[in-house]
């Protein structure tokens, strides 16, 4: 059974930066960053290959780097010059063998002045 757990998220200005966390246990394929603001359909902001290939959303390029260490089998999103359109609820995702799809917790980003 794949675990995710997600950490990161939290309450920041106009123009600053955080960085989320996702530690996954069991078998990983590929990995990626959804968001959800409310009202708003999930959206997908960021995936990853096991190789390191990336795809971004074009509301973050330039702004958003997703990144993975396979030995730690983590994934992280690095956020800069964030927006208040950027406030959501933040969904790590993992794709397992079979292929499996798990999902995490979710983590609150606000941004907000």
């Known amino acids: 059974q794949v675990q995710l757990v997600e950490s990161g998220g939290g309450l920041v200005q106009p123009g600053g930066s955080l960085r989320l966390s996702c530690a996954a246990s069991?078998?990983?394929?590929?990995m990626s960053w959804y968001r959800q603001a409310p009202g708003k359909q999930r959206e997908l902001v960021a995936a990853?290959?096991?190789?390191?290939?990336?795809n971004y959303a074009d509301v973050v390029k330039g702004r958003f780097t997703i990144s993975r260490d396979n030995a730690k089998k983590t994934v992280y999103l690095q956020m800069n010059s964030l927006k208040p359109e950027d406030t959501a609820v933040y969904y790590c995702n993992a794709v397992s063998a079979g292929p499996s799809n798990y999902w995490g917790q979710g983590t609150q980003v606000t941004v907000s002045s």
């Open positions: 990853i290959t096991r190789s390191g290939s990336t």
């Open positions: 069991g078998i990983i394929f590929s």
